[in-house]
């Protein structure tokens, strides 16, 4: 997972609410096996519609996904993280989040940004209107920050959530944190015990 302190960028507003994880990586893009390729499939049924935001090229390269609220509601899809991630979001700000969806962005390294509906309502509008507009997610200081427009909101993340994007850890970066304790204690496992492989 890559370390993220603070992240800039341009974003693209999504004036939907309620989206679930189907809407986000339609079901028929759950035959693949590996992780990656699953941008192209990111709002694909909503990708149809000629109108649809992610079709308009002003938006093109943007980083940061601004919605309505309940974003990622439904099914447990890590895929739906995988998709954001893979089409190019770092982050998605929005007034409320599907727990799971949160948790699944959390272990990924997309950043959560649950901020007011007035504030993200406030921030939508305003990308309509000049979508070269610049939006900071502030890790270090769990802040989102559009000066252009006198935004400036908290959104909330648990300590050790935090230091994963901090330090750039994932599960398996924070298990091996601990690696000197883990190979201690397998040097003392009685010898008649399964050799573990290490």
Known sequence: MQAVRVHEGRAVPLD???????????????????????????????????DFILNDENYTGASILVAGSNFGTGSSREHAVWALMDYGFMAVISPRFGDIFRNNATKNGLIPCQISEEGASKLREALHIDPGLSVTVDVERLKVLVPAIGLEED????????????????????????????????????????????
């Not at 091996?176 to 496992?189: F, V």
Request: hydrophobic residues 30%; without cysteine; proline residues 4%.
């Open 16 to 50: 939907r609410s309620d989206v679930d994880t189907d809407q986000i990586i339609p079901s028929d893009w759950l035959k693949r096996v590996e992780r990656t390729g699953f941008g192209k499939g990111l709002f694909s049924e909503w990708r149809d519609e000629r």
């Open 155 to 198: 959104f909330p993340m648990d300590d050790a959530t935090r230091e994963r994007f901090l330090e750039g850890l994932d599960d398996i970066g924070i298990t091996l944190r601990s690696q000197d304790s883990i190979e201690g204690y397998e040097s003392t496992r009685a010898s008649w015990l399964p050799d573990t492989g290490s």
